[in-house]
């Protein structure tokens, strides 16, 4: 895979750096992680849905992070000492550590998290403020004001 070297683009522009850190990560060594797997869903027109698979996890394994616009999964097995000792012939199911980031775009909002059948699901919403939506702006009628109030006036002052 190629190398992009962006460190002119951060000499040459202001107030990107989020972007060039996202170009960063996506093109660099750690994009080629692909444990756990994971799917992103679209549920509705807002709406969305992450699956990641984490089987062998219990939801005490696993912590949900959210800081600014980074979700952060993050999963680590605690035996407790309650598992008995075996000897292991084969092991086929990965339940190792991991950390798996994802980016939120702005206004995307975690609405709730579930652990059913070896699949964490993490739901999400894009809620954009009324502020941000468009709007419609009515056309006035002044104009036909301003006519009326200009007829009025001539016939007073006649």
Avoid: C, W
């Avoid at 339940?95 to 699949?119: C, I, K, P």
């Avoid at 919403?125 to 468009?134: D, G, N, Q, T």
């Amino acid at each position: 895979m190629r190398q992009y070297d962006l460190s002119p683009l951060y000499r040459s522009t202001i107030g990107f750096d989020r972007l060039f850190s996202m170009l960063d990560q996506a093109t660099g060594a750690d994009s080629g992680n692909a444990y756990p797997p994971y799917n992103i869903e679209r549920t509705g027109e807002n709406a969305y849905r992450i699956s990641i698979a984490v089987a062998g996890f219990t939801d005490r394994d696993i912590a949900i992070e959210v800081k600014e616009t980074v979700l952060s999964v993050r999963g680590e097995r605690q035996n407790g000492g309650t598992e008995k000792a075996s000897e292991m012939l084969y092991q086929g199911i990965a339940a190792r550590t991991f950390e798996r980031r994802f980016e939120l775009a702005d206004h995307v909002q975690v609405t709730g998290a579930s652990l059913e059948n070896g699949l964490l699901h993490i739901d999400l919403v894009r809620e954009i403020p009324e502020a941000k939506k468009p709007r419609l702006i009515p056309i006035g009628g002044t104009g036909k004001t301003v006519i009326e109030s200009t007829a009025t006036e001539s016939q007073r002052a006649a």
